[in-house]
């Protein structure tokens, strides 16, 4: 069983930036892809951010590429979102997300992930 914990939510004003962190503890069985999603208010459940377990790939929503950056650290089990230039609608609560067995590649749809956090909110002002 895998525990994640994720910090670093807050109230920002637009254009302000913030850095979300993951925190894994508990045991792996393989190499695991890891996720940030979103959910707001009314709304699905999205993939923001996506990474295989070596780092070496990544996926990004169209509405935050070139705007937030996804990275780990798996010596440290820490998973990171840096999220530049904020906007009103980043508004969400945020959940990291861990799928073991994930043979070098990542996912973006939620029900392929198996272990989740309790998530942070991320409020952005106008």
């Known amino acids: 069983q895998v525990q994640l914990v994720e910090s670093g939510g807050g109230l920002v004003q637009a254009g302000d930036s913030l850095r979300l962190s993951c925190a894994a503890s508990?045991?792996?069985?393989?190499?695991?892809?890891l996720a940030w999603f979103r959910q707001a208010p009314g709304k699905e459940r999205e993939c923001v951010a996506a990474?295989?377990?070596?780092?070496?790939?990544?996926y990004y929503k169209d509405s935050v590429r070139g705007r937030f950056t996804i990275s780990r650290d798996n010596a440290k089990n820490l998973m990171y979102l840096q999220m530049n230039s904020l906007k009103p609608e980043d508004t969400a609560v945020y959940y990291c997300a861990l799928r073991d067995y994930s043979a070098g590649y990542y996912y973006t749809g939620p029900h392929e992930y198996e272990s989740w956090g309790q998530g942070t909110q991320v409020t952005v002002s106008s």
């Open positions: 990474i295989n377990h070596s780092g070496t790939s990544t």
């Open positions: 508990g045991r792996t069985y393989s190499s695991y892809s």
